[in-house]
């Protein structure tokens, strides 16, 4: 079994529900996010339109944040998830230097490492994650990788030329797939992001001793 | 850079080299998988399910996100009693609700722990026909608004000697408001005069449900309603009302070809966000276009197929341009427009056509009284609505506006739209938008089929609106209520008879101008000069309404409002300066039957008060069934929040008409009381007062008999059973 | 400030988003490797003495070993320091993870620590200076991999396209060569006589020298090959935050140094190495530091 994403852009409306629904279901403090929407607008008025991207884990194959865990806090499941362990941690942040889609952040309630898990909670309660039951225009599709049959994999074949991954030039093999994806939303270097402008520019939170 | 595979990764990892990692390994494995094995949790499960089965509804296990951190079940197990280290297990009751945080009332669950008494989680509802399980962000995030520390806990009261806005506050009791307010409110009403019966005034701002207090009021014998919508949807009503004497639209968007928004219902808030966007995301699905018109690039307008952006106003100026090609090139459905429009109506009046022809919209009176008569005349009428002019004053380039009628045209009948919010909201002349776009799109026949727009009356169950004619005490259909000959000013002032719903944004300005009122009052109509009771509801007008200050001026005068309490469960602008502020529930907290036209179907919700229903279900039993919500949450630890439906019924039996003196009618058959006594209670008066002993026994049967009816109907009402 | 072109038609800019996580290892890290490059730097420098200025560097075996004890014992409180838990800094021995350079280089690190006061005990304790030498190469052997494993670690961050080996794996012997010439000059120059300084001199500038051309080459080159390289780089680039910084360290760190070396030669002047050890300790500080923010600075997401 190995347990992936697929997220149809065509569909994302920047909704967030997806977004609450993921901190409530998995406790997430404030300042941080398992899960977030990005907006990006493109084109000069009036050719403009505006992108939506999800944002989470790519639970790859080849994760650089397992790798480089001295501890193996993260760790991989038999599903193919790459699970954290709170009690391992020793927050490092090796992790968090190494994972190349900033996915992971350190809870500043706990003081480790942390990130999306695919609701593996739920998973091992026969229950989908929170965010793909919340979204409102199921953007969020999700299942076995390794069964042909599944509904991601029959998503898949049928946008077969329009799948795309982030940055599948690191090598991590990413379980985390787009359609109707493009460089503006797959690549944070495709799109200026100034300083201060925007809602949530600034990480409030005070991270802890470490000197963060 | 090489890659290695996840096995190599695997293996390297499974080897230690310290004692200490590999004994603690091999004593406490046995152990944690043994606790995996037990329980019915996996990480590779058979199937995922978006809802559990509802038979697991009363006793759902699943495994706790947050304990999970600590390395999940292959690492720590399954909590249970040979396992304490094990990841914890929620124990479950979910009870099914309806969402508050807008009208669209999709379904919620809430997730109670049944260790705790706590909602853990609320999510969506698999039973809604149209939220079908989903939410947006509002409905996930009522766990927080639940317990959110800065929630008024019990009622509020104003400090004795303090003056409104000072912001000095007391706790005070249920029992203490109602007595107070229920006195004064008693005390206006009592008068009988028709001033009185628009002196407490009922201004609703979230209604939350279809329309029940407000037949409240009429059993009040009051005219004494006010809401939100002239500041909010009365633009987006009139249209609507003028056309089809319905006020509110209701398309099909699933099946639409084109969906063309003048708000942004696709993707932002709108009136029924969640829903409508899933539908529209099906629809899109499936290849239908989606055109917003928007003054701003909102996420619906920057998802669009086509974003116009006409300058703000001009937005009727667009539908006129469809209009006018329409008619100039033949496309108008004949058959739809000539059954449906009352062009017999418009040909049969002579008089306006000539007024017309005066002011040279058209050249001449048609001679002919037939169809083709009709299309000419109107043809003549559109024609200065061409493309130049309209993409000069709109500002939207000329190509635009082409591909947005061919777009129009390409859908055929199949288009859906919804006049509400945007030009319609608060905008003077925005009306004029809907009122516009329904000539185009009715040209063309997309009102009433498959993916067209319709008329929410027909896609609404309205119990609420209906008042309390399900009850005994107001007769079949409310027969029972006497009819209230009074014209409130205030709500409905003499200038503007045509208005769509009450001039509410105008009430402090009425109140305080004396010279309108002596300008009426010497005309010999009764406008009342202060209210005696102002009693908003969720409602922020001090915030939201247009001259917040001049609100705050008028709420703080008590010669002009006398008493004053919010129906709130939070702090807000308006609470600040107001007598009372009494905590009413949030969704999942109350009872309210809730039905929207949000696809063309029927359907309603039913909002209840999840954690008393946990409460019963776990044998708990009131001590006052009138009161039993509130018990529920005094019990379940939220404090003192209580909710309308039984508010009003205690307010009205046993606060404003504790004595049943408050005549309603001539013949003073009926009183305030009356309406909304039980019979029950009225049978066993009588009997008691009548002292017919012998009659114990058989007594005694009819109570019993009656309190299995009573049982009955609480089954009903609170439906806590299977909806 | 994007290197990447923006055209007309896309003009994309980020419109909505949550903060994301800047500074994840700050100077602290910077004062790990530094005092690391120290630590390791002074064993391969007192090798080197011992083997062709023993008459000078007799009495340097323990004070050196002291040294290095110090400088790792730095090294190790400012790694401690900069975890979010650092009791849990036992988990590495208990539950160690060895694809992880973090966990191998900790291994090292201790056993390397071990080493070192054995040598302190031998040339203390026992006095005895051919066991210390013996245990010597065994230390020298064990520096190598105990200087290179944070190179290791920083290619492992698979998402700071940055830091490539082989360039950091030199830059880190190339470091610690530096730092430990630099430091023997400073501390212990008096007594070694001119030909040892010169050639801890030598030592040095041609570590100052390789270091620079690997530097200065990735700034040149490094953007014509990746995307993110280019994107990082812009910080040190025109009006780029640590662009002023990056320059004073490659001044102090590099140049500097090596036009004193060019100019003590001359003069056979120790006062002047000692000048151009005290830049180059205090600039390498500043080279690792710019080297170690700018990829922080660059959004993953």
């Known amino acids: 079994m190995q347990l992936g994403f697929l997220v149809d852009l065509h569909l994302c409306m920047g909704c967030k529900g997806c977004e609450i629904a993921c901190k409530v279901e998995n406790e997430v403090p404030l300042s941080t996010w398992r899960l977030r929407v990005k907006y990006v607008d493109v084109g000069t008025f009036p050719e403009t339109k505006r992108t939506f991207t999800p944002l989470r884990c790519n639970h790859c194959e080849n994760a650089p944040c397992e790798r480089i865990c001295p501890v193996s806090a993260l760790h991989y499941l038999d599903n193919g998830i790459v699970n954290i362990d709170k009690e391992r941690c020793i927050g490092c942040a090796g992790c968090v230097m190494a994972c190349p889609y900033g996915a992971i952040y350190i809870d500043p309630q706990t003081n480790t490492a942390d990130k999306c898990t695919y609701c593996a909670h739920r998973i091992a309660s026969s229950m989908m994650p929170a965010c793909v039951v919340a979204c409102p225009v199921q953007a969020n599709i999700f299942g076995d990788l390794d069964d042909a049959s599944s509904n991601i994999s029959k998503y898949i074949q049928t946008n077969q030329g329009n799948v795309q991954v982030r940055k599948p030039e690191k090598g991590t093999n990413p379980h985390h797939y787009y359609v109707g994806g493009g460089n503006v939303t797959m690549n944070p270097l495709a799109s200026f992001r100034p300083e201060g402008h925007d809602l949530f520019g600034k990480m409030t939170s005070k991270m802890p001793i470490g000197g963060h | 850079m090489y890659l290695q595979s996840r096995r190599t990764f695997l293996k390297g990892a499974a080897f230690t080299v310290a004692g200490a990692a590999i004994a603690k390994g091999v004593f406490t494995a046995d152990a944690l998988a043994e606790s995996v094995k ?25 495994l706790d996100g947050d304990d999970w951190k600590r390395g999940g079940i292959e690492r720590k197990g399954v909590r249970s009693e040979e396992n304490p280290d094990g990841i914890e297990v929620n124990d479950y009751m979910i009870v099914p609700t309806a969402c508050s945080n807008c009208e669209a009332a999709c379904g919620l669950t809430a997730w109670i722990d049944k260790k705790t008494f706590t909602v853990k989680k609320y999510m969506g509802s698999p039973l809604h026909p149209a939220s079908r399980g989903r939410n947006c962000a509002k409905g996930y995030a009522t766990q927080s608004q639940m317990y959110d520390p800065d929630r008024i806990a019990f009622p509020l009261k104003r400090a004795a000697g303090s003056a409104r806005g000072e912001g000095k506050w007391v706790r005070t009791t249920w029992d203490e408001a109602m007595t107070t307010i229920g006195t004064k409110m008693g005390d206006t009403l009592r008068k009988g005069d028709d001033l009185s019966k628009k002196s407490v005034m009922f201004h609703v701002g979230r209604p939350n449900e279809n329309g029940f207090t407000g037949k409240v009021w009429h059993t009040l014998g009051s005219d004494c309603f006010n809401s939100h919508t002239n500041i909010c949807s009365s633009g987006g009503r009139t249209p609507t009302i003028q056309w089809a004497n319905d006020d509110r639209s209701s398309p099909d968007w699933a099946n639409a070809k084109l969906i063309f928004l003048n708000s942004s219902h696709a993707a932002d808030a709108g009136h029924y966000f969640q829903q409508s966007a899933s539908f529209i995301a099906d629809a899109r699905a499936k290849g239908a276009k989606l055109v917003v018109m928007d003054p701003r690039m909102s996420n619906s307008a920057g998802m669009a197929d086509l974003w116009i952006a006409a300058w703000p106003g001009t937005e009727p100026l667009i539908y006129l341009y469809l209009t006018q090609r329409i008619l100039n090139e033949g496309k108008v459905n004949r058959e ?22 005066q002011k040279g919209y058209i050249s001449k009176v048609p001679t002919k009284n037939d169809f083709d008569a009709f299309l000419d005349t109107i043809q003549e009428l559109y024609s200065p609505y061409t493309l130049a002019h309209v993409a000069k004053e709109t500002h939207v380039p000329a190509y635009k506006l082409e591909e947005l009628y061919d777009m129009f045209i390409w ?36 009102i009433g089929p498959e993916g067209g727009t319709f008329f929410h009356h027909w896609h609404v169950i309205s119990v609420g609106g209906k008042g309390g004619s399900a009850t005994v005490g107001q007769g079949k259909r409310g027969s029972d209520i006497p009819k209230i000959d009074t014209w409130n000013e205030l709500s409905w002032p003499p200038e503007w008879p045509l208005s769509t719903y009450e001039m509410s944004y105008l009430l402090p300005h009425l109140l305080a101008d004396d010279a309108w009122q002596k300008k009426w009052i010497d005309k010999g109509l009764n406008v009342p000069q202060k209210l005696s009771v102002w009693i908003p509801r969720m409602y922020n007008p001090v915030w939201i309404n247009p001259d917040g200050f001049r609100w705050i001026e008028t709420i ?64 708990w039993k009131p001590k006052n069934p009138a009161r039993a919500t509130l018990e529920a949450h005094i019990k379940a630890g939220l404090g003192e929040v209580w909710e309308e439906n039984e508010f009003w019924f205690d307010m009205c039996v046993n606060y404003i008409d504790p004595k049943g003196d408050i005549f309603l009618d001539a013949a003073k058959t009926k009183t305030i009381k009356s309406m909304w006594e039980s019979k029950r209670l009225l049978v066993l008066q009588l009997l008691l007062l009548s002292g017919m002993m012998q009659h114990l026994v058989t007594t005694y049967q009819i109570l019993k008999l009656q309190l299995l009816q009573m049982q009955d109907i609480k089954i009903l009402n609170t439906q806590y059973m299977s909806i | 400030m994007a290197a990447h072109e923006v055209l007309a038609a896309t003009n994309a800019v980020v419109t909505l988003d949550v903060g994301i996580p800047g500074i994840v290892w700050p100077w602290l890290v910077t004062i790990n490797m530094w005092a690391k490059s120290i630590g390791t730097g002074v064993i391969f420098m007192l090798f080197f003495l011992l083997s062709k200025h023993p008459e000078k560097s007799q009495d340097l075996r323990f004070p050196v070993a002291v040294v290095s004890i110090v400088f790792i014992h730095i090294f190790l409180l400012f790694t401690l320091a900069d975890l979010h838990q650092p009791f849990r800094m036992w ?33 203390f304790i026992k006095k005895d200076n051919a066991a210390y030498d013996k245990a010597l190469l065994w230390v020298v052997v064990l520096a190598v991999p105990v200087t290179l494993y944070t190179a290791g670690l920083m290619s492992q961050c698979t998402a700071r396209e940055l830091w490539q080996m082989p360039a950091e794996a030199a830059q880190m012997i190339l470091a610690a060569l530096l730092s430990g010439s630099a430091f023997m000059i400073l501390v212990f120059g008096s007594k070694l006589g001119w030909e040892a300084n010169r050639n801890l001199a030598t030592i040095l500038g ?8 690997i530097y200065m080459s990735e700034y040149v080159f490094g953007p014509m090959k990746a995307e993110e390289i280019a994107a990082t780089l812009e910080y040190i680039k025109g009006d780029g935050p640590y662009t002023v910084m990056f320059w004073i ?27 151009a050890a005290i830049l180059a300790l205090a600039g390498l500080w500043v080279v690792k530091h710019v080297w170690l923010m700018i990829p922080q600075l660059l959004p993953m997401s």
Do not use: C
């Open chain 2, 38 to 62: 037990e329980s019915k949790f996996t990480d590779t499960p058979d199937s995922l399910s978006f809802y559990p089965p509802m038979e697991e509804w009363a006793d759902f296990k699943e």
């Open chain 3, 249 to 275: 360290g490659q001044w102090m760190t590099y140049l500097l140094p090596m036009l004193l070396i060019v100019l003590a030669r001359a003069s056979k002047s120790e006062s002047i190495l000692k000048l």
């Open chain 2, 556 to 619: 703080k005068d008590e010669s002009k409002m006398e008493l004053t309490f919010n129906l709130s469960p939070v702090w807000s602008e308006t609470n600040w300066y107001v007598d009372y502020i009494l905590p009413v529930g949030l969704a999942g907290e109350r009872h309210d039957q809730h039905s929207e036209a949000t696809m063309p179907a029927r359907w309603t919700s039913f909002r209840q008060p999840v954690m008393r229903v946990a409460l019963e279900k776990a044998g």
């Open chain 2, 411 to 446: 859908a055929g009948t199949s288009i859906s739209t919804y006049f509400w919010r945007a030009t319609a909201a608060g905008n003077r002349g925005g009306w004029m938008s809907g009122r516009t776009g329904f000539l185009a799109i009715g040209l063309r026949g997309a």
């Open chain 3, 206 to 213: 041609l570590s100052a020298l390789m270091s620079f051309i």
């Open chain 2, 336 to 357: 739809f427009v000539k059954k449906w429009m009352n062009w017999e109506v418009f040909l049969d009046n002579k008089a306006y056509l000539e007024y017309m022809v």
């Open chain 3, 91 to 123: 988990h590495i021995f208990f539950h160690p993870h060895w694809s992880s350079a973090i966990t191998v280089g900790a291994w090292m690190a201790t056993a390397f620590v071990g080493l070192l006061f054995l040598l302190a005990f031998l040339s």
